[in-house]
């Protein structure tokens, strides 16, 4: 937990939500109180129950989560047209297009990328 808040904008963390079966238990709620004495620990009624429904609502209502950030980023293999200036020539490869460069990762996601529904 104490990475976790170091990494991105830990200021603007102004409370933990604890959810799942752990959350319910008393012992842990206070270690995080202690742990974490800045922060307000808020563990709602059902906390094992709550990523059950949360999932429930997210399928009947997938715009009810308007935007995230990516933890990682994602990519795919692609073929690029050669540039002997960028590309190392053990990846060089005749197509009947003209020289090309294979196996250059193509990134679609940034880590760190805000992601935001129904934006391309």
Do not use: N, W
Not at 34 to 40: D, N, S, T
Not at 54 to 69: D, K, N, Q, W, Y
């Amino acid at each position: 937990m104490k990475t976790l808040l170091r990494e991105g904008e830990p200021s603007k963390a102004g409370a933990i939500l604890m959810v799942g079966g752990y959350s319910e238990s008393p012992l842990l709620a206070e270690t995080m109180r202690e742990k974490f004495p800045r922060l307000e620990i808020i563990v709602p009624t059902d906390a094992g129950l709550a990523v059950l429904k949360g999932a429930v609502i997210f399928g009947h209502l997938p715009t009810s989560i308007t935007e995230r950030v990516s933890k990682y980023t994602y990519g795919v293999s692609s073929c690029v047209s050669f540039d002997k200036d960028k590309h190392p020539i053990e990846k060089l490869i005749k197509t009947g297009l003209g020289d090309a460069c294979e196996d250059i990762f193509s990134i679609l996601v940034s880590s760190d990328q805000k992601l935001i529904v129904g934006e391309k």
